[in-house]
């Protein structure tokens, strides 16, 4: 991949396009920064996925809506994807507990990195995929950049929207949002959310007969409180409880949708969460207080021999693995942020000030049986069971600050900085226990630079950070010199230039951006089974690679061919390296996982009547790696979706389908055996969702 060449020929463009505005073009705002502001004065890659596009996709789940998002990309080894990538950076497991997440994932600016899974996307205002380290905004839990979900929020007015939606593989979803002000005071207004979603699966057990082992169940409630107090000073209240009871029968022999196992897991979350928001103001700044907490039960259960007495006769192959888990997060952040710039009056900065905390406390219970027999060994069969349980906390304490200058009415300089302490603690009934701590330090300088109203280029230096730690299960002292015992923290040096701009009358908007990363201390994971014959030694090990590099291109562009036709591209290019890598120099010079070189998303929306319109869109990546711990690659891919829409007065009717040419694609992989009594090791690839269609009828009001 060329990225370097015709580096400038972009940039050229812009120049001489600058002039070619004639009127005021509507603004697109970044909410998931300490301020509003518009997506003009922002110095990063970020993709914003509006109102319209997300109450138009007929599966309201954020997995389902990333493959919109070039250079992200998850790993789905359960029911759903609680692990995302961006530009090829960020965790794929987390079995023995929630990993150290590269990706921040923000929902309303409640942290849930690491969970991912709960991301229902039924009345959303927004969400944004901020590409690129966020050292000072986010900090450790943002090394690769930053998924941003904002919930509708009470309205000045009553309003709301109904939906329900039934398909094919047993679908049937059926939301209800409304709110506004209450009756007895227009300083108060409220918000009222309730959704349902539910489908068969993909897939059908062979062995029970059953079509719903892999269903899923997912309920969203969501209450938004805001309260005007005093003229200064206003609350902002979050109730919300996300709801997954998803079955986890997905893993087969063959790759097919039929799977064979006789004890089909579970993949369930439950979390309940509770947020104040306090802003009150200043005569030149505001202050913001934002507290949550939340609780979360977490169900990982699966048959981990994929199969049955008959699948495996004459042997005797059957094991079974459990995990339940239990997480609590508090958080508290305190913030200071100044009123906008105001060139007029000579103030040509702008700034925030923060200290923010963050707990973690999670309790682990792993329950683990098998059986194998031989008929040709007179002393089998042979059983197995084990059961243990852990407790991990951690506390975080952070503070953070942020500057903009305005070196004249066009030009503005950015700096950041965030630093931290991070300790933590974890035992367990095994008699492992550790205790590591980190302090790191990260933050970003840009400059921006506005060519007019609806066009602007930046260049950025970030630096971002991810905590070290620790890995499970390897018999090993807190005080071993082994060096698989712990792993350092990772940091990463980002480096952007790119663009944004409206062109021709606001007929096209563009925006591209070119970055360089490079990763020192990157942290690897690689998969490992102790015992062949017992599918529960599988386990995961997390190490330093000495470095690393991800450089690319993402290019967004939204083009309006006539009154009639819109079109829009969007493109991530991609191409990562793993360096120096002393216990596995086989893999220096490789791609790094979950990387793939090329993703994309294509879309045509036409306006056929006043009432009537068809949209089509097609998305894709090329090939990547599974793992860091074998060459196993998946395949390339493009999925076809297509929606029919009618409106009349209030209603909206929508028929669509989802990879209608029924596209076998896989979205993870493990390399290990699983099939007795050879075990030979063997690639298994988790099959994403193959050709679904239904209809959709929306009531606005």
């Known amino acids: 991949m060329h990225i370097k060449k015709n580096i400038f020929l972009p940039f050229f463009f812009i120049l001489i396009s600058s002039g070619l505005f004639s009127k005021d073009i509507e603004e697109i705002i970044v909410k998931g920064n300490w ?11 970020i993709v914003i996925l509006n109102t319209k596009l997300l109450k138009s996709q007929p599966i309201k789940h954020f997995e389902n809506i990333s493959y919109l998002v070039p250079n992200l990309n998850f790993a789905a080894s359960d029911s759903r994807a609680r692990h995302f990538q961006i530009r090829g950076i960020g965790e794929r497991s987390g079995y023995e507990r929630t990993q150290n997440s590269a990706v ?12 991912g899974g709960i991301a229902t996307t039924f009345d959303i205002e927004q969400i944004e995929v901020h590409r690129g380290p966020q050292g000072s905004r986010i900090g450790s839990n943002a090394l690769a950049g930053l998924i941003y979900i904002k919930t509708k929020e009470p309205t000045k007015q009553f309003e709301g929207i109904s939906e329900v939606t039934t398909g094919t593989f047993g679908t049937f979803n059926a939301g209800l949002a409304f709110g506004g002000p209450v009756a007895f005071s227009e300083n108060l207004s409220y918000r009222l959310t309730l959704r349902n979603d539910n489908s068969d699966g993909f897939r059908k057990n062979l062995y029970s007969g059953k079509s719903d082992t892999s269903k899923k169940d997912e309920s ?3 209450l938004k409180i805001d309260w005007k107090i005093f003229e ?6 979050l109730i919300s409880q996300i709801d997954l009871n998803d079955p986890a029968d997905i893993w087969t022999i063959d790759g097919s949708l039929n799977t064979l196992s006789d004890r089909p897991g579970m993949d369930s979350q439950r979390t309940n969460t509770y947020g104040v928001k306090v802003f009150h103001q200043f005569d030149a700044f505001e202050f913001q207080s934002l507290s949550s907490i939340t609780d979360t039960d977490v169900e990982i259960s699966y048959d981990s021999d994929w199969g049955n007495p008959e699948s495996h006769a004459p042997y005797i192959y059957d094991y079974f693995s459990e995990t339940i888990r239990d997480r609590k997060t508090l958080s508290q952040e305190f913030r200071l942020v100044s009123d906008i710039a105001n060139l007029n009056s000579q103030h040509k900065t702008k700034w925030v000030i923060g200290i923010n905390y963050f707990n973690v406390t999670e309790q682990n219970i792993k329950n683990d049986d ?3 027999g031989d008929p040709s060994d007179p002393f089998g069969p042979y059983f197995s069971q084990s059961s243990y349980s852990s407790k991990f906390s951690s506390d975080n304490l952070s503070l953070f600050g942020n500057i903009d200058y305005f070196l004249d009415e066009s030009l503005k300089l950015s700096l950041g900085a965030r630093w931290e302490n991070y300790e933590s603690q974890y035992a367990d009934s095994f008699g492992e226990s550790f205790n590591p701590s980190d302090r790191m330090s990260g933050g970003k300088v840009s400059l921006n630079k506005t060519l007019s109203n609806s066009s602007n280029i930046f260049f950025s230096v970030a630096r971002g950070f991810n905590q070290g730690g620790f890995n499970l299960n390897l018999g090993l002292a807190p005080d071993s010199k082994n060096s698989n015992l712990y792993y350092d923290p990772e940091f990463l040096t980002n480096y952007e230039i790119g663009f944004n701009s409206q062109l021709f009358n606001e007929m096209m908007n563009i925006a591209a951006v070119i970055f360089y990363s490079d990763r020192e201390d990157q942290q690897v994971l690689i998969s490992t089974q102790v015992d062949p014959t017992d599918p529960n030694t599988f386990s995961f090990l997390t190490q330093n690679a000495a470095e690393g590099t991800n450089k690319g291109l993402e290019l967004n562009i939204d083009l309006k061919l006539t009154e009639s036709l819109d079109f829009f591209s969007k493109l991530g290019l991609l191409k990562t390296e793993i360096n120096n890598w002393k216990s596995r120099p086989d893999l220096e010079g490789r791609a790094q996982a979950h990387a793939p070189k090329r993703s994309y998303a294509l879309g045509l929306s036409w306006s056929m009547t006043d009432r009537a319109s068809l949209s089509l869109d097609l998305v894709g990546k090329s090939s990547f790696y599974y793992s860091d711990s074998h060459d196993n690659q998946s395949k390339s891919y493009a999925l076809t979706n297509l929606s029919y829409n009618y409106s009349i007065g209030s209603w909206t009717y929508s028929i669509w389908a989802r990879n209608i040419f029924d596209e076998y694609y896989s979205v993870r992989g493990f390399y290990f055996g699983n099939e007795a009594p050879d075990f030979k090791e063997t690639l298994y690839e988790r099959h994403g969702d193959p050709r679904h269609m239904g209809m959709t009828a929306r009531y606005d009001f």
């Open 104 to 115: 921040g994932f923000l929902i309303d600016d409640i942290d849930y990195s690491g969970q």
């Open 370 to 372: 098998g059986a194998y």
């Open 220 to 222: 969203t409630y969501r």
């Open 35 to 45: 301020r509003d502001s518009k997506v003009l004065e922002e110095s990063s890659s």
């Open 232 to 237: 200064k000073t206003s609350l902002k209240l």
